[in-house]
T-cell receptor
Framework: DTGVSQDPRHKITKRGQNVTFRCDPI?????LYWYRQTLGQGPEFLTY????????KSRLLSDRFSAERPKGSFSTLEIQRTEQGDSAMYLC????????????FGPGTRLLVL | QQQVKQSPQSLIVQKGGISIINCAYE??????FPWYQQFPGKGPALLIA?????SEKKEGRFTISFNKSAKQFSLHIMDSQPGDSATYFC????????????FGTGTRLTVIP
């Protein structure tokens, strides 16, 4: 399967701990996005990269959140000092721009902060 | 502030019936309107998309109707099947589908045999 992959699929952590998620986009896709989805809601945009450059960040992305895409391939999303409100599904997507408008989503990482 | 409003929250349709999901937006800068389908445990997948220069787009059993003046668009699923049971999200973006998407809150569709 050459789709978007995310690791881990599930993460349970205690409040105050740091967590890091990884996303591997579809090969050759230069755009990579992070979204957050809470129960019963649609995905909310967090940030996106064009190659290794982080082009846009939502105001939802507080100082405790940091995303990187160091070599323009995989990306990591780190949450420091997790809070219970961070519990959500974190979705990664990738696309090829220019040339295509479809964002392909991964299966997500479900985070539970106790 | 929800940029894209979606209704209904849930929908139950008999097999063979028509499923209709509606969305409305306020930002007139939006010019790309996709619909995504999400099954439990999976990420959303693009179903069909439209730009405001056309009023309707059909792909198989799925049709988007777009009303630019009313700032509304809807998804129609003809001959609904149990395999269509999923959560559907409308979305909007500015300039390109490769830009950040603003999603609606989702509609859980159940198609009963």
């Amino acid at each position: 399967d050459t789709g978007v992959s995310q690791d881990p699929r599930h993460k349970i952590t205690k409040r105050g701990q740091n967590v890091t998620f990884r996303c591997d986009p579809i090969s050759e896709h230069n755009r990579l996005y992070w979204y957050r989805q809470t129960l019963g809601q649609g995905p909310e945009f967090l940030t996106y990269f064009q190659n290794e450059a982080q082009l846009e960040k939502s105001r939802l992305l507080s100082d405790r959140f940091s995303a990187e895409r160091p070599k323009g391939s995989f990306s990591t999303l780190e949450i420091q000092r997790t809070e219970q409100g961070d519990s959500a599904m974190y979705l990664c997507a990738s696309s090829l721009d220019p040339g295509a408008e479809t964002q392909y989503f991964g299966p997500g990482t479900r985070l539970l902060v106790l | 502030q929800q940029q894209v409003k979606q209704s209904p929250q849930s929908l139950i349709v008999q097999k063979g019936g028509i499923s209709i999901i509606n969305c409305a937006y306020e930002n007139t800068a939006f010019d790309y309107f996709p619909w995504y389908q999400q099954f439990p445990g999976k990420g959303p997948a693009l179903l069909i998309a439209i730009r405001p220069d056309v009023s309707e787009k059909k792909e198989g059993r799925f049709t988007i109707s777009f009303n630019k003046s009313a700032k509304q668009f809807s998804l129609h699923i003809m001959d609904s099947q149990p395999g269509d049971s999923a959560t559907y999200f409308c979305a909007a973006s500015i300039g390109s589908g490769a830009n950040n998407l603003f999603f609606g809150t989702g509609t859980r569709l159940t198609v009963i045999p």
